[in-house]
């Protein structure tokens, strides 16, 4: 099994866990001057700052470790899309076509906010790989929402993967979909090869 990692969440990662990490920090440091050398809250706004400081905690595991796992992973019978709360297969045989693009191309900064839109201006221009699908595996309409929406093209039906080396990815999902259709025509139409050929096939020599 390959495995690329997914600069969308990467670059996500970088921008945000230090600023989680800051604010967990600070409300720590609050929290030890207020008990150590002046009042700072009073008994009314603790619960707030302790929900603050867990859910700045928790946010900042977030973006350290699963944002960081969001990945794309080549395996013998699917291609697997690994977000960061949620995985989803996609058969092989659902892909059309794979070709070089760039994010911009499906994506237009100035139909997004936020983030978003941050996001597609400083990766926007690299070359990445869409992945044209003739449907979506059934489980898409409701594991959509768990992805970020620049994962798939507003143009054309697909996948957008951004990766540290789209050429090698390209050449890996060309692979698996060679033997992914040669395995499905041989199950359709029977293996004629002998049973030499087949024990080769299976056992490769090194």
Same mark, same amino acid.
């Given at each position: 099994?390959?495995?690329?990692?997914?600069?969308?969440?990467?670059?996500?990662?970088?921008?945000?866990r230090?600023?989680?990490?800051l604010?967990w920090?600070l409300?720590?440091?609050? *929290?030890?001057y207020?008990?150590? +050398?002046?009042?700072?809250?009073?008994?009314?706004? &603790?619960?707030?700052?302790?929900? %603050?400081?867990g859910?700045?905690f +928790?946010? &900042?595991?977030y973006?350290?470790?699963?944002?960081?796992? *969001?990945?794309?992973? +080549?395996?013998?019978?699917?291609?697997?899309l690994r977000?960061?709360?949620?995985?989803?297969?996609?058969?092989?045989?659902? +892909? $059309?076509s794979v $070709?070089?693009?760039?994010?911009?191309?499906?994506?237009?900064p100035?139909?997004?906010?936020g983030? $978003?839109?941050?996001?597609i201006k400083?990766?926007?221009?690299?070359?990445?790989?869409?992945?044209?699908?003739?449907?979506f595996?059934?489980?898409y309409?409701?594991?959509?929402?768990?992805?970020?929406?620049?994962?798939?093209?507003?143009?054309?039906?697909?996948l957008l993967?951004?990766?540290?080396?789209?050429? %090698?990815?390209?050449?890996?999902?060309?692979?698996?979909?060679?033997?992914?259709?040669?395995?499905?025509?041989?199950r359709?139409?029977?293996?004629?090869?002998?049973? *030499?050929?087949?024990?080769?096939?299976?056992?490769p020599?090194?």
């Amino acid at each position: 099994m390959k495995t690329h990692k997914l600069l969308v969440y990467q670059w996500l990662s970088r921008r945000y866990r230090g600023l989680f990490l800051l604010l967990w920090l600070l409300l720590l440091l609050l *929290a030890v001057y207020d008990f150590n +050398i002046r009042p700072l809250f009073d008994d009314a706004l &603790w619960p707030l700052v302790w929900v %603050a400081w867990g859910a700045s905690f +928790i946010l &900042w595991l977030y973006y350290v470790l699963l944002l960081r796992r *969001a990945s794309v992973e +080549i395996q013998p019978r699917v291609l697997l899309l690994r977000g960061p709360l949620r995985t989803m297969k996609i058969s092989y045989g659902r +892909i $059309t076509s794979v $070709t070089s693009t760039q994010l911009i191309s499906h994506h237009n900064p100035d139909q997004h906010k936020g983030t $978003t839109r941050t996001l597609i201006k400083e990766i926007g221009g690299q070359t990445c790989l869409h992945l044209s699908l003739h449907n979506f595996p059934k489980q898409y309409q409701s594991r959509r929402f768990w992805y970020s929406p620049l994962l798939f093209s507003e143009v054309n039906p697909g996948l957008l993967l951004v990766v540290e080396d789209w050429m %090698a990815l390209s050449r890996q999902l060309e692979v698996a979909r060679a033997e992914w259709h040669q395995t499905n025509k041989l199950r359709r139409h029977g293996d004629k090869r002998s049973l *030499a050929a087949r024990v080769l096939d299976e056992n490769p020599l090194t």
